[in-house]
């Protein structure tokens, strides 16, 4: 009892304080308080989401939802919108249906300017698709409809020599981590596997009895591919001993990485270009590099190109034939083949 006799006063004190802040509260100037009111406005508005922000985040649902589209197109395609956002705010331009085809003409032709000619169309392809999407929404009219054609400057891609390959390879350890990275890497230039696909390989995709893999690729659309013999002993020796040493919780993946999840291609993008290094190659080269090389062995084995487009998983043949052009010094030893038939002493004196 005592106890709480002492503790009362405090009480009291705590209780009075509270009372003489309210009058406080209640003698400030009106003004001051229709301040703060509007301090609280501009920051609530200053949150809200502009409306290029709101449209953006219903295409993206429009993309995943509507059209199925795979988490990676649907982040690709934003992530290219986001050049069309930056410009619109250094223009002050808040609504994207306030843009004509002459603005649009107008941005990508600044984009150029600092970006290659791939990147620029890629980035037209995805204005087409917003704004078809935003017509069809709006009922209104499609400006990125009628935007002209721009030629595409296609770059020969760098391609690998087996011997490069060979001393990539060499780099890796016998560590379990670095065994999955260099099943990784072998896969990606044994079968000619997109990175993205590479990472997403479940154990039910794969059938070393068969030597092949399914895989599911761009747009969703299924494929085999096939697997060398060294290539199955090699991840029937991963499977067996390495990466049991490195899962921690179950997995469903090929290459587990963190939270049940795959590996990611920023991991790989990463231990490419720090085994690339170790082997003392060029530092251009990447994982898709090894994709590259896979395409251009082929087509020095003259294997028919539809077979090549149906490896690599390629909807278009067009994007196919460009390995067409790589191998130069196999064309050489074609035209020589024939040329000198053609210009013989006998050929020319035929009549």
């Known amino acids: 009892m ?10 009291q004190n705590a209780s009075e304080s509270i009372e003489e802040e309210k009058k406080k509260d209640s003698r400030r100037p009106a003004a001051t308080a229709f301040s703060e009111m509007e301090n609280r406005e501009e920051n609530r508005q200053e949150k809200q989401p502009s409306r290029m922000e709101q449209l953006l985040s219903e295409y993206e649902n429009y993309l995943l939802f509507s059209l199925h589209s795979s988490s990676l197109t649907a982040s690709a395609y934003l992530c290219d919108l986001r050049h069309l956002v930056s410009w619109m705010k250094e223009k002050e331009i808040e609504d994207p249906e306030d843009l004509e085809t002459a603005d649009l003409v107008c941005f990508l032709n600044t984009l150029a300017k600092d970006h290659e000619s791939s990147s620029v169309i890629r980035v037209q392809s995805a204005l087409r698709s ?38 990539l390879l060499d780099t890796f350890s016998e560590e379990p981590r670095d065994q999955l990275w260099k099943t990784f890497f072998m896969l990606c230039y044994g079968s000619g596997l997109r990175v993205s696909e590479c990472c997403g390989i479940r154990l039910q995709q794969i059938s070393l009895s068969e030597r092949q893999i399914r895989i599911v690729g761009k747009g969703n659309r299924e494929r085999l591919v096939f697997l060398h013999a060294r290539l199955c002993d090699q991840i029937e020796k991963y499977l067996q001993e390495d990466r049991p040493a490195l899962l921690k919780q179950s997995s469903s993946f090929l290459f587990p990485g963190k939270d049940k999840g795959p590996v990611s291609r920023t991991q790989a993008n990463y231990q490419i270009k720090k085994h690339l290094q170790m082997a003392g190659l060029p530092s251009e080269y990447s994982t898709h590099t090894l994709r590259h090389a896979f395409a251009t062995r082929l087509m020095e084995k003259d294997t028919d190109l539809r077979l090549v487009q149906e490896l690599l998983g390629h909807a278009d043949i067009s994007t196919t034939q460009i390995y067409t052009h790589v191998d130069a010094s196999r064309l050489h030893k074609v035209y020589d083949s024939f040329m000198p038939e053609i210009f013989s002493d006998k050929g020319g004196n035929e009549k």
């Open 2 to 11: 005592p106890e709480a006799e002492e503790r009362l006063p405090l009480d």
């Open 130 to 167: 917003f704004y078809d999407w935003l017509a069809l929404k709006e009922e209104g009219q499609n400006p990125a409809a009628v935007l002209p054609k721009r030629k595409k400057n296609r770059a020969l891609p760098l391609v690998m020599r087996e011997d490069q390959v060979q001393d």
